[in-house]
């Protein structure tokens, strides 16, 4: 059973900010494609970013030069560090795990809140 368990969300000032984590069991760390997605209230659900078994990396564009995804394939672990954050966001996020092969391999996190008041 894989199960990924995010942590890290909360709530901080405008200009501030945070790191999220994602911890993955299951034994499907090291050869997934891990990622970060976000929803906010009436808004669809958006990738945020995505780093592959390898370290390469794909953002928003709206987190370009804020946000740096990682990964710790030792400790089973990814990372979100959100800095410069803004009200836009406020969200919950997800933690993701996708085979980069057979894609119906795909697992969610229960989500955190992250609420940045401005």
């Known amino acids: 059973q894989v199960q990924l368990v995010e942590s890290g969300g909360g709530l901080v000032q405008a200009g501030g900010s945070l790191r999220l984590s994602c911890a993955a069991s299951g034994s499907i760390f090291s050869t997934y494609i891990m990622g970060w997605y976000r929803q906010a209230p009436g808004k669809q659900r958006e990738q945020v970013a995505r780093?592959?078994?390898?370290?390469?990396?794909n953002y928003a564009d709206s987190v370009i030069g804020r946000f740096t995804i990682y990964r710790d394939n030792a400790k089973d672990r990814e990372y979100l560090q959100m800095n410069s954050l803004n009200a836009e966001d406020t969200a919950v996020y997800y933690c993701n795990a996708v085979h980069p092969v057979t894609t119906s391999y795909n697992y969610w996190g229960q989500g955190t809140q992250v609420t940045v008041s401005s």
């Open positions: 780093i592959r078994s390898g370290g390469g990396t």
